[in-house]
């Protein structure tokens, strides 16, 4: 009995040992693991943070990064928050209520070249591309399409050019109507896009000047600003005859059978920026590290968003009230890779919303220049300046340095593969993926403003002038 009781204490014994020392390795090995992931973690000097959004689609990497623990994960406790309008998101990061914003990608160059409220605000983050459309009301719908060209299955080809909205606004003007239409905010990308459509047609947008900020100088066309969501109402009572604005604003006028959409940005320019993600310069500087690790959780959230399969819970969250608030069914017309035009006239789109692939989140100085080429062309940079001047200008806002000391922590802590990393000067390659085909060198800005037909001209001696 003695020596069974000696057997099985000295088993015991070496059961206990065993164990301590398997759970001295495991704690070695937590330990050796909590050393290495330290190491790659910032410092965050600012950990609470209270971002803002527009209800659109395209905030959907703010949602995913808050959502799936990214924020979290770089020690982050942030807040987000829908705003009214763009004007609201604007002044509220200027004035420091908001620590960030989706923005506008003009919002922040508008602020920095000159035109409306002045103030020094920085993007790391470019949130996506595409994602916008051209609606109008069934009427102007109805006498458009005698003039869109058919295809074999009788369905309309596109991209839609503005051609063919042109003999209806000539038949408005005949009839003493002015033809009206909405967009989402003067320095937004629906107003350059939707310009850019109706000029490349020869139809005159309207021009600004430093005495008249409406934008209407000799237009065929009166553009005026309805926030996003008001839209599908504002087109349903009259008040405007169509509108470019984004998701899930175009779909909605499909489901509600009040308008059609005729064009999508991405046939207006392809693979164009969109929405930007803004911090003003002073929060930056002063907290570095933190502006760093939201750089990094919204870049995981731009990837999250573009692997396969995602979609359709991304849709559910930003069906969400305290996001987009849109039907799900509204949401995956265009998030799911088709896009809807006529009612029943669904086509495959899988690049309308990109959030990755292609280079998205990066911010390119080429795709900033391009919005002052515009404020230019249209006047709401009212005075000539000399090609320096565009790439001093967007290099003071827009800033790739964030985006990669953010995206090389991500390929140290094995989230990103270096591959994914862009090799750049900050500049794409000239290209004339436009509907009318133009080419645009960013490197070239006063050669690209001066091949337009309607709009600002710079001459050799700097002097501008109007072309009506």
């Known amino acids: 009995m003695k020596t069974m009781n000696l057997k099985i204490w000295m088993l015991l014994t070496v ?74 998101v604007l002044d509220r990061v200027i004035d420091g209520q908001l620590d960030g914003s989706h923005m506008l990608a003009g919002q922040p160059i508008a602020a920095g070249a000159g035109f409306g409220r002045q103030a020094e605000l920085v993007t790391p983050f470019s949130m996506d591309l595409n994602g916008n459309g051209i609606t109008v009301s069934n009427d102007v719908w109805s006498k458009m399409k005698p003039n869109v060209p058919k295809g074999e299955d009788g369905k309309p080809i596109h991209p839609i050019s503005a051609d063919a909205l042109k003999p209806v606004i000539e038949s408005y003007k005949n009839d003493g109507k002015a033809f009206k239409m909405g967009m989402v905010f003067p320095v937004s990308t629906h107003n350059y896009e939707i310009r850019y459509w109706l000029a490349a047609a020869g139809i005159n947008p309207g021009m600004y000047s430093k005495n008249n900020i409406q934008g209407q100088i000799d237009a065929d066309v009166l553009l005026s600003v309805t926030p996003p969501p008001q ?6 009572s009259g008040t405007i005859y169509g509108y470019c604005v984004g998701e899930p604003w175009n779909q909605q006028a499909v489901f509600k059978g009040i308008g059609v959409p005729v064009v999508t940005n991405y046939d207006i320019w392809k693979n164009n920026p969109e929405k930007v993600f803004v911090m003003t310069k002073k929060f930056v500087e002063q907290y570095p590290n933190t502006a760093t690790a939201v750089t990094k959780a919204l870049i995981r959230a731009g990837k999250w968003l573009d692997a396969p399969g995602n979609r359709p819970e991304a849709v559910k969250i930003l069906s969400m009230p305290e996001y987009v608030g849109a039907d799900e069914v509204v949401l995956a017309n265009s998030m799911t890779g088709t896009f809807e035009f006529e009612k029943g006239d669904k086509r495959e789109m899988p690049d309308f919303n990109v959030f990755y692939r292609h280079d998205a989140t990066y911010p390119f100085y080429s795709d900033g220049v391009w919005f002052l080429t515009q404020m230019r062309r249209w006047g709401q940079i009212p005075d000539s300046k000399p090609a320096a001047w565009y790439d001093k200008t967007i290099k003071d806002i827009y800033r790739p340095d964030i985006w990669k000391k953010a995206a090389n922590l991500l390929v140290e802590e094995g989230h990103l593969e270096a591959s994914e990393l862009p090799e750049t000067d900050g500049y794409k390659p000239a290209t004339t993926d436009f509907i009318d085909g133009n080419k645009y060198d960013a490197k070239d800005p006063i050669g690209y403003i001066n091949s337009f037909g309607i709009g600002n001209k710079e001459n050799v001696e700097g002097v501008s002038s109007i072309e009506k």
């Open 15 to 88: 059961m206990i040992f065993s164990s301590c020392g398997g759970e001295k390795k495991k704690e070695l090995a937590s330990s050796d693991a909590s050393i290495k992931e330290e190491t790659s973690k910032l410092t965050i000097e600012k950990p609470q943070l209270t971002f803002g959004f527009i209800k659109l689609t395209d905030m959907a990497p703010l949602a995913i990064a808050k959502e799936k623990g990214f924020f979290e994960d770089e020690g982050l406790f942030v807040s987000v928050e829908a705003q009214s309008n763009w004007k609201n």
């Open 231 to 236: 839209m599908p109402a504002t087109l349903e």
